[in-house]
T-cell receptor
Framework: DTGVSQDPRHKITKRGQNVTFRCDPI?????LYWYRQTLGQGPEFLTY????????KSRLLSDRFSAERPKGSFSTLEIQRTEQGDSAMYLC?????????????FGQGTRLTVV | GESVGLHLPTLSVQEGDNSIINCAYS??????FIWYKQESGKGPQFIID?????DKRQGQRVTVLLNKTVKHLSLQIAATQPGDSAVYFC????????????FGTGTSLTVIP
């Protein structure tokens, strides 16, 4: 296993368009996280899955954002009607186990540019 | 060299010197802390973690110190190497209940050969 994989690495889209990103976590990792990172800032939590259940959502995740993890493996993050303020790096992370928190492994991220 | 996080977000050190990166966290209830290293164009990479029942933890060339009284965390890197140049983030969270981590702004470390 080569780690957390995200696709695409870069996405340029026009304002108002919808975009979808994919994250493949490390095999058998139950937990999957989405974060957003803008230039010069630390990652900001968006949402978290335990297997296929979406357990936490940040207030940053507006109605235009939706995330799924249908089979408890890969996850998708969709942004509808993109705005210029959505331009950021979208990071996915996964961690093993349940209960007590364990180390999260991050992917390379998807850099979104809304023009 | 030493930084104070938000007030000095950049740190330059000579190769071979020790580096100290500081972080002030915000939530006194946080009981789990992680230091991440992020190189340009890459996702954050785990360096070392510490639980709130510890004051110090050592890894390979790195040491994390936790002072819960003043909500302060530091990362010490021994014998800093050019490959250590990156942005370093501290993150705080809750082990048993929270699965979202709050990251600081980060400190950019530059190692001068």
């Amino acid at each position: 296993d080569t780690g957390v994989s995200q696709d695409p690495r870069h996405k340029i889209t026009k304002r108002g368009q919808n975009v979808t990103f994919r994250c493949d976590p490390i095999s058998e990792h139950n937990r999957l996280y989405w974060y957003r990172q803008t230039l010069g800032q630390g990652p900001e939590f968006l949402t978290y899955f335990q297997n296929e259940a979406q357990l936490e959502k940040s207030r940053l995740l507006s109605d235009r954002f939706s995330a799924e993890r249908p089979k408890g493996s890969f996850s998708t993050l969709e942004i509808q009607r993109t705005e210029q303020g959505d331009s950021a790096m979208y990071l996915c992370a996964s961690s093993p186990g349940t209960g007590r928190y364990t180390e999260a492994f991050f992917g390379q991220g998807t850099r979104l540019t809304v023009v | 060299g030493e930084s104070v996080g938000l007030h000095l977000p950049t740190l330059s050190v000579q190769e071979g010197d020790n580096s100290i990166i500081n972080c002030a966290y915000s939530n006194s209830a946080s009981d789990y802390f992680i230091w991440y290293k992020q190189e340009s164009g890459k996702g954050p990479q785990f360096i070392i973690d510490i639980r709130s029942n510890m004051d110090k933890r050592q890894g390979q060339r790195v040491t994390v110190l936790l002072n819960k009284t003043v909500k302060h965390l530091s990362l010490q890197i021994a014998a800093t190497q050019p490959g250590d140049s990156a942005v370093y983030f501290c993150a705080e969270g809750l082990v048993n209940t929270g699965n979202q981590f709050y990251f600081g702004t980060g400190t950019s470390l530059t190692v001068i050969p």
